[in-house]
């Protein structure tokens, strides 16, 4: 089975309390021209569960964003430098070379790049001339999952070799603020900036032995596909950039399909919920996160890691699951064989989940 070895997060330098972002929400929507709207629109931010979260840029440039083509440069510049610098700290971590890395997987959904920003990270750091790329760049909320599944998918074919998964997502870049809506006012309540990056290696590399520092162990994972769901959440390209999708439908799906969907998972390996002592979870928001509490009976130290990294980051896309195996880790309290389930719903709709055994 595949071995994680090392888990970094990138933390952008401007960080802003929730109370100052409300006040510049506040003045975006009264310059709207419906100022009266202004204080039932930001009666979610109290309850959002967010406390302080980060930026590439400073919040005067997130509220005043230039065009399409600025913005996505801005992306192209900020994620090749923070991309390398991550990676870089992560080979570090896992005592690897950056020679030694045979398949990159980068994931972002929140700009665009041809080629990917993996290639320019190979190119600064000496990857390669081996070396498999795979971009991964419309799962939104997922995308973290999806790249360690498909990095894990390579490394059992290639036991022997080793592995990079590389998130960034820069959504305060994406901010539209011609759009005052209420699905805008919303996700601008929520989202954050990060990044964060994993190596794994296969079950017969020299790193996967016993004896070495390593993390968890990737036991399976798998996809489930909700047909006639494709407006539920995404992007819709306008001419002004990605303007948000967020319909509100997706509370009350995920509530009706949650159980469904992890008893699914786990049924086939022969496990029940119970058998499951550290939930990875992606928190989509407050609400998405008490519909897992209530609908798999999860208790507050089940999603105290969840919690933390919404309230301290916000969610962070592709990134968030990541860093909430982070924050699990980080709390040094992980029994070995412990078993845990990263979840993550995203567009198309779908549900992506991966099982890991603790080291």
Same mark, same amino acid.
């Given at each position: 089975?595949?071995?994680?070895?090392?888990?970094?997060?990138?933390?952008?330098?401007?960080?802003?309390?929730?109370?100052?972002?409300?006040?510049?929400?506040?003045?975006?929507?009264?310059?709207?021209?419906?100022?009266?709207?202004?204080?039932?629109?930001?009666?979610?931010?109290?309850?959002?569960?967010?406390?302080?979260?980060?930026?590439?840029?400073?919040?005067?440039?997130?509220?005043?964003?230039?065009?399409?083509?600025?913005?996505?440069?801005?992306?192209?510049?900020?994620?090749?430098?923070?991309?390398?610098?991550?990676?870089?700290?992560?080979?570090?971590?896992?005592?690897?070379?950056?020679?030694?890395?045979?398949?990159?997987?980068?994931?972002?959904?929140? @700009?665009?790049?041809?080629?990917? $920003?993996? +290639?320019?990270?190979?190119? /600064? #750091?000496?990857?390669? !001339? *081996? %070396?498999? =790329? &795979?971009?991964?760049?419309?799962?939104?909320?997922?995308?973290?999952?999806?790249?360690?599944?498909?990095?894990?998918?390579?490394?059992?074919?290639?036991?022997?070799?080793?592995?990079?998964?590389?998130?960034?997502?820069?959504?305060?870049?994406?901010?539209?603020?011609?759009?005052?809506?209420?699905?805008?006012?919303?996700?601008?309540?929520?989202?954050?900036?990060? @990044?964060?990056?994993?190596?794994? $290696?296969? +079950?017969?590399?020299?790193? /996967? #032995?016993?004896?070495? !520092? *390593? %993390?968890? =162990? &990737?036991?399976?994972?798998?996809?489930?596909?909700?047909?006639?769901?494709?407006?539920?959440?995404?992007?819709?390209?306008?001419?002004?950039?990605?303007?948000?999708?967020?319909?509100?439908?997706?509370?009350?799906?995920?509530?009706?399909?949650?159980?469904?969907?992890?008893?699914?998972?786990?049924?086939?390996?022969?496990?029940?919920?119970?058998?499951?002592?550290?939930?990875?979870?992606?928190?989509?928001?407050?609400?998405?996160?008490?519909?897992?509490?209530?609908?798999?009976?999860?208790?507050?130290?089940?999603?105290?890691?969840?919690?933390?990294?919404?309230?301290?980051?916000?969610?962070?896309?592709?990134?968030?699951?990541?860093?909430?195996?982070?924050?699990?880790?980080?709390?040094?309290?992980?029994?070995?064989?412990?078993?845990?389930?990263?979840?993550?719903?995203?567009?198309?709709?779908?549900?992506?989940?991966?099982?890991?055994?603790?080291?």
């Amino acid at each position: 089975m595949p071995t994680l070895l090392a888990v970094e997060r990138y933390l952008p330098p401007f960080r802003y309390d929730q109370e100052i972002v409300t006040g510049w929400v506040r003045r975006w929507i009264e310059a709207s021209g419906d100022p009266a709207s202004a204080n039932r629109l930001l009666s979610v931010y109290a309850a959002a569960g967010v406390k302080t979260r980060a930026s590439v840029v400073p919040i005067e440039e997130v509220f005043h964003p230039g065009d399409f083509e600025t913005q996505n440069d801005r992306y192209r510049s900020i994620a090749r430098s923070a991309g390398t610098e991550l990676a870089r700290r992560t080979l570090e971590v896992a005592s690897l070379r950056p020679a030694d890395i045979d398949l990159i997987v980068s994931v972002s959904c929140t @700009g665009f790049m041809i080629p990917a $920003v993996d +290639a320019y990270v190979a190119d /600064a #750091l000496g990857l390669g !001339p *081996r %070396l498999t =790329r &795979l971009p991964i760049t419309e799962s939104g909320c997922a995308g973290g999952v999806v790249g360690l599944a498909r990095a894990a998918d390579y490394l059992l074919a290639h036991p022997e070799r080793a592995a990079l998964v590389l998130a960034l997502e820069f959504s305060s870049l994406t901010f539209q603020r011609w759009d005052v809506s209420a699905t805008n006012v919303v996700s601008t309540a929520i989202f954050g900036d990060g @990044g964060a990056a994993v190596v794994m $290696v296969g +079950a017969k590399h020299p790193r /996967a #032995l016993a004896g070495s !520092p *390593r %993390l968890a =162990r &990737l036991v399976d994972a798998d996809s489930i596909f909700f047909r006639a769901t494709t407006h539920l959440m995404g992007f819709h390209l306008r001419n002004q950039g990605l303007q948000i999708i967020l319909d509100r439908a997706l509370a009350p799906f995920v509530r009706r399909e949650v159980v469904g969907a992890v008893e699914g998972f786990l049924r086939p390996r022969q496990l029940a919920r119970e058998d499951v002592t550290r939930w990875v979870l992606h928190p989509g928001g407050r609400r998405i996160i008490e519909v897992m509490a209530e609908k798999l009976g999860l208790s507050d130290s089940d999603l105290a890691p969840t919690e933390a990294v919404l309230s301290e980051h916000g969610n962070m896309s592709s990134v968030t699951v990541l860093f909430v195996l982070d924050e699990i880790l980080r709390r040094g309290n992980v029994r070995a064989g412990e078993r845990g389930v990263l979840g993550a719903f995203g567009p198309g709709f779908g549900a992506e989940f991966a099982l890991l055994e603790f080291l």
